[in-house]
């Protein structure tokens, strides 16, 4: 289910995403912003109701997730829309998460 969730995370901002690069984020950054979004995401669901008032203070806290990164939000559509058509590095991507989240489990 929280594969399910991070997928679904990836394909809703390929759907704004129309530009291709290969000047995409790298795996281990790519994979460090999905993880910190879900987890603001699980937190907004926690502690807020409303799903108007969670839905700007996730944006919010995505915008500051992608500062921590030094990331625009341009280059990360436009690097949803290169692992999406790269399904191998796609793959890639999945296994990181998957290995940092059991990594961040047993610690």
């Not at 203070?57 to 990360?76: A, P, T, W």
């Not at 793959?91 to 990594?103: E, F, G, M, V």
Request: with cysteine.
């Amino acid at each position: 289910m929280k594969y399910l969730n991070i997928l679904l995370f990836i394909v809703l901002f390929s759907i704004i995403s129309c530009k291709k690069t290969e000047n995409h984020i790298g795996i281990e950054t790519m994979s460090s912003i999905i993880i910190d979004s879900k987890k603001a995401e699980a937190l907004v669901q926690i502690l807020y109701s409303d799903s108007n008032e969670q839905e700007d203070i996730l944006n919010q806290f995505n915008g500051d997730i992608l500062k921590k990164y030094n990331v625009s939000i341009e280059s990360y559509q436009a690097s949803i829309e290169y692992y999406k058509d790269n399904p191998k590095e796609m793959d890639k991507l999945i296994t990181s998460i998957k290995l940092k989240r059991a990594k961040t489990n047993v610690d």
